[in-house]
């Protein structure tokens, strides 16, 4: 319970923790949460001699500041600041206060977190654990060669069906994000697993199934994202790869990789299917620490 001055603060909190309730059916868990960061800001600027209510735009800036020099995330800095944000406009609304402190304040910068990726040496080697003639081994080989090789997202390479993939001028048709259209080339090691796996692979698969599916999970039918992510972790296991992985950690290093080898960025973004090119330039941040990386191991001052 907080201390008696405090109480006024309290119920004014709790009262527009129930208009966004009523307003926005939020859950108990963001409702608490909203309510841990009005208090927290509150009891701050109650040590400062500061109401709650009646705090300036500089006295919200100083609480702002400290966090960051306690070395508290930007992101769950921005996150408080947004709460204090719809506190002062409820006050503004309910004529409690006649201006937003936070009006006029910035969010902190945040930055894009960087995707996570692999070397080109830990590729190599997870496309190299699928070792065997096995029909399950020859699909999986056949799909992690394509997927680095093209840059697919997960979902559209186990949504692939025959038509969409032509060997003779080894492109594959791709139905993207928003049902864009794009042709990407597959490569010829893709292409050369692709041919093993229609061999023979998937015709033990398909057994007498009708399906187009590409890729057939054991039932006949189109695998899950979900069971591709496990088959992914399960070679990275074999290969040794004990970085954490994600289901687009492919796809990320297919981008990567040409990036660190010259090619240009609205190529890859063609490639990738991006609408806006500032979505691939999140690459080119990867590709700058993978060259600092190099330079700082391999020259005589780095």
Known sequence: MPDSPNRPEQAL???YLDALWMERGLSRNTLDAYRRDLETCRDWLTADGVCLQRAQ??????????RLEHRLSARSTSRTLSCLRGFY????REKLIKQDPTALIENPKLGRPLPKSL???DVERLLAAPVGDSPLV???????ELLYATGLRVSELVGLTLPQVNTRQGIVRVMGKGGKERLVPMGEEALAHLAAYFAGGRPS?????GSDVVFPSERQQQMTRQTFWHRVRHWAAVAGIEKPLSPHTLRHAFATHLLNHGADLRVVQLLLGHSDLSTTQIYTHIAQSRMKEIHARHHPRG
């Open 13 to 15: 909190i709790e009262r």
């Open 57 to 66: 735009s500089g006295d919200v800036q100083r609480y702002l500041a400290h």
């Open 89 to 92: 406009r409820y006050l503004v």
């Open 119 to 121: 070397t080109e040496q």
């Open 138 to 144: 020859l699909r999986d080989r056949a799909m992690l």
């Open 205 to 209: 698969l398909m057994g007498s199934g």
